[in-house]
């Protein structure tokens, strides 16, 4: 079993920056998946970084703007999320890969945390 628990939103103007977490307990060694959710919106992909924190992918409308880590010793993995913009606005949410690394396919994810609100202002 494994318990995901998101934390860092808040809001922040367009350009700035802000830090999500997600804090892992139980099985630990699995590789973990950034959605977000924007109201009236479907759950989209941002992020998948591998269980050890040496891989990560993006989709394309974050990269070069969003970074993944993960710090084991802590347990917990984080999104690293600059030159925001409004439309990152969104509830954030972690979730476990289950399925192929390289996916982007909500089905291939689970184990969800609660989520954390990100509101980007212009």
């Known amino acids: 079993q494994v318990q995901l628990v998101e934390s860092g939103g808040g809001l922040v103007q367009a350009g700035g920056s802000l830090r999500l977490s997600c804090a892992v307990s139980?099985?630990?060694?699995?590789?973990i998946g950034w959605f977000r959710q924007a109201p009236g919106k479907e759950r989209e992909f941002v992020a998948g970084?591998?269980?050890?924190?040496?891989?990560?992918y993006y989709a394309e409308s974050v990269k070069d703007r969003f970074t993944g880590s993960r710090d084991n010793a802590k347990n917990t993995v984080y999104l690293q999320m600059n030159s925001l913009k409004p439309e990152d606005s969104a509830v954030y949410y972690c979730?476990?890969?289950?399925?192929?690394?390289?996916?982007?396919?909500?089905?291939?994810?689970?184990?969800w945390g609660q989520g954390t609100q990100v509101t980007v202002s212009s």
């Open positions: 979730g476990v890969i289950k399925g192929r690394w390289g996916s982007q396919v909500e089905a291939d994810f689970g184990s």
């Open positions: 970084i591998f269980w050890n924190g040496d891989s990560a």
């Open positions: 139980g099985r630990t060694k699995y590789s």
